[in-house]
């Protein structure tokens, strides 16, 4: 199976702030990646995927990246309504696999 | 508008059995494939089941393989999960989800609770 090592487990930043989790994938997955963001007590949501395609209805301030077989979210203006925990998922073979978790909390 | 509605869920002993739902509408049911993701209390997201659009083909977590069941009915819109010698472990909530290009999942219903404990 393919493991996606995503740090750090929890973050603390203030309103405006550049914000950047990372996955690292065991192996070659391409750009089978995507990132969810899941607020407190609601279902997961798609943000990006094909690690740097926004999904529809997404603000632009998130943004994907690659370098290798790591792969990065950027929140370029922390929002509060950014608050809650991110998931990165390789889409390349099943078992579809997660990255541990990202919870962002404000300063 | 997309919708996933699961239900099913409940409070079960060691070694029992549950059958989850998740009925689908706002989008052609029988055009994607479908996958049932869970997540334990205070934990991470951990994918389960995989069916095709078509029931051609199912994938499983290790976790789960031998154990639970994926189905579809495409004339009723309706996702399934069969769970059968359930452990404290599979103790989560169950979400259904919406297959994205195959790959990602980009509608995930409300999630069903599932307990498991004597």
């Known amino acids: 199976d393919i493991q996606m090592t995503q740090s750090p487990a929890s973050l603390s930043a203030s309103l405006e702030e550049i914000v950047t989790i990372t996955c690292q994938a065991s192996?070659?997955?391409?750009?089978?990646l995507a990132w969810y963001q899941q607020k407190p007590g609601k279902s997961p949501q798609l943000l990006i995927y094909?690690?740097?395609s926004l999904a529809d209805g997404v603000p632009s301030r998130f943004s994907g990246s690659r370098s290798g077989t790591q792969y990065s979210l950027k929140i370029s203006r922390l929002q509060v309504e950014d608050i809650g925990s991110y998931y990165c998922?390789?889409?390349?073979?099943?078992?579809?696999?997660f990255g541990g978790g990202t919870k962002l909390e404000l300063k | 508008e997309v919708q996933l509605v699961e239900s099913g869920g409940g409070l079960v002993q060691p070694g029992s059995s549950l059958k989850l739902s998740c009925v689908a509408s706002?989008?052609?049911?029988?055009?994607?494939?479908m996958h049932w993701i869970r997540q334990a209390p205070k934990k991470g997201l951990e994918w389960i089941a995989l069916?095709?659009?078509?029931?051609?083909?199912?994938y499983y977590a290790d976790s789960v393989k031998g154990r639970f069941t994926i189905s579809r009915d495409n004339s009723k819109n309706t996702l399934y999960l069969e769970m059968n010698s359930l452990r404290s472990e599979d103790t989560a909530m169950y979400y259904c989800?919406?297959?994205?290009?195959?790959?990602?999942?980009?509608?995930w219903g409300q999630g069903v609770m599932v307990t498991v404990s004597s």
């Open positions: 989800a919406k297959g994205y290009y195959s790959s990602y999942f980009d509608y």
């Open positions: 706002g989008f052609t049911f029988s055009s994607y494939n």
């Open positions: 069916i095709y659009y078509d029931s051609s083909n199912k």
């Open positions: 192996q070659d997955i391409g750009n089978w």
């Open positions: 094909d690690a740097t």
């Open positions: 998922q390789q889409a390349h073979s099943n078992p579809r696999t």
